[in-house]
């Protein structure tokens, strides 16, 4: 009996310490766990979230994003006019990227416009780069259209082709950083901030906006095409609201021919120019007790076919006889074309700038208020990439057209009534000038026979299809893409549609959608898109060979080319198969070390003796006047030490927030 006791005493000993056992075994477990993932948390940098939740029947999944893609705003040229003398000494307005995603549960699509001269192969390529890293297959080159506003007055250095690179003092990565982190970052806020909403359109004609700057041109197209309009430019406005589920305003997308070229070539401040401007007083608008630059509602004014139309609505005169210029070729009889300039609507450019971006503004107010056509089905989206230095056109069974190599005109180097160019060069020029045939022949080499005969009657000034050296002076490999909501198409051209090459893709897409399931497509041209080609005119306006004809770098067949291609696209996309079109060849992404930089290093920084950086010199007065101009002077270094400068500013109700980029 004593034996089987000590039995039981044991066997309970033993139950205690396995049961013991056990638990210190389970909380050592959760321990190490713990530890584990709160190492690999500190190891991981924090990736963005794809969200999960799908949108309900019939509506989308939208989000919208704005951030900050200034950059350092001294010593860079400024790109738009080609001149690399106009380097920036200053801000005028903020730049800034502004994504929109729609998803319809099964596809998505990305909308980016910067207020970027224009959207560069490189620029394009490096951020596809950076949403990879991020976001894996979600955002690629089919279903991310990226557009920049044409502004003239933004900063240049984010190209990989030589004459771009000549033309902006090389590649400068400061100004290339601010763009990509600029992009990526408006990206990332419309990513984390995707939910249920609902998408109108509505279009209305904005009049006193927009001129034609080269009418002889326009005036070339046939005149039964031309009867069909009321005007020589685009004056519609087209707009895209964005709301919640509940009704409340997300952002606006709108799209209108003009360029902007407000600011003119003498200008030496950073700014968004009258597009921009646009944005800045919708947001202003919405952003009730906002900053500019902040706040939830999100309005993009997006370039279109704007390749003939300006925003100097008083037209162009000899602003020394107060005459009016030459009809073809833009000049005068006293100073030539460099006294032949058109204005704007204000008594300086500043406001013209802030006329002309009201006017847009207010119009989209309008449209954006009354929009009721609400946008119902699919996503869908077609890109391929085109070597656009050797495409067929079949005109029809017998006969057909083609592409050249890359070359621009003697009328190119003339400018614009918007911006001249230099020496003697006049536009509408189809002879050339022995003089400087041989100053180019013996500098940069004579163009062949072959790229002459296939460019007429465009005499050639650089043959930059021809010119390789240090790397390719122009592009071969172009994006052409389009993306559909619904039934509303996106046509992502790459360069500066004339008001009639518009007019032309426009038609011709929407008679291949509306071929399918679509009814009544709506179409948009989405101007400066994927990559730059310079300009993009009609058969028929390339004869003149005014500055846009000059600048039409693939020759006469250009629009031809593309139309053919965007026809494929629409078809693609109507029929359901866009998987099965070929990607086309792929661009190249030079090697950083071959891309060159003209900009000498900013000299050191040295705050006054017994001052320091940030230190305000001259403060604010405590009232002002209305119309009294409010000033601080404090000390400051060269932007381009930094390409996060900005200015904190303190405010009692909302602690403080930081304006970045430049």
Known sequence: MARKTMSCRLNGLEISLMVLFLLMTAVSVGLITVLALKLDSEKQPEEPTIPTVNPPENNYLIGVGRADCTGPVADVPLMGYANTDQTARGLHTRLFSRAFIVDDGSKRVLFVTADVGMVSQRLRLEVLRELKVKYGDLYRQDNVVMSGTHTHSGLGGYFQYTLFMITSSGYIKPSVQAMVNGIVKSVDTAHRNLRPGRIFINKGELIDSN????????????????????????????????????GDGMGLLSWFAVHPVSMNYTNRMVSSDNLGYASYAFEQDKNIGYLPGEGPFVAGFSSSNLGDSSPNIRGPVCVNTGEKCDYLNSSC????????IAFGPGEDMFESTRIIGENLSKKAKELYSSASQELHGSIHAAHQWVNMTDETVAFNSTHTGRTCKPALGHSFAAGTTDGGGEFNFVQGDTDGDPFWDGIRDMLLGAPSNETKACHHPKPILVSTGEMNDPLPWHPAIVDVQIITIGSFAIVAVPGEFTTMSGRRIREAVKQELDQGPFTNTEVVVAGLCNIYTHYITTYEEYQIQRYEGASTIFGPHTLSAYIQRYRGLSKAIAQGTTGELPKGPEPPFFDEEKLFNLIKDPVADRAPVNRTFGEVLEQVSPVYKVGEVASVTFVAGNPRHSGDIGIRRLLPWRGFTTTCGG
Do not use: A, W
């Not at 001129?211 to 519609?236: A, I, M, V």
């Not at 009889?333 to 032949?340: Q, S």
């Open 211 to 246: 001129l034609n700057r080269s009418p002889h041109s326009y005036l070339n197209n046939p005149e039964e095409e031309r009867n069909r309009y009321e005007h020589n430019t685009d004056k519609q406005i087209v707009i895209m609201k964005f709301t919640d589920m509940d």
């Open 333 to 340: 009889p006293i100073g030539g074309k460099k006294t032949c």
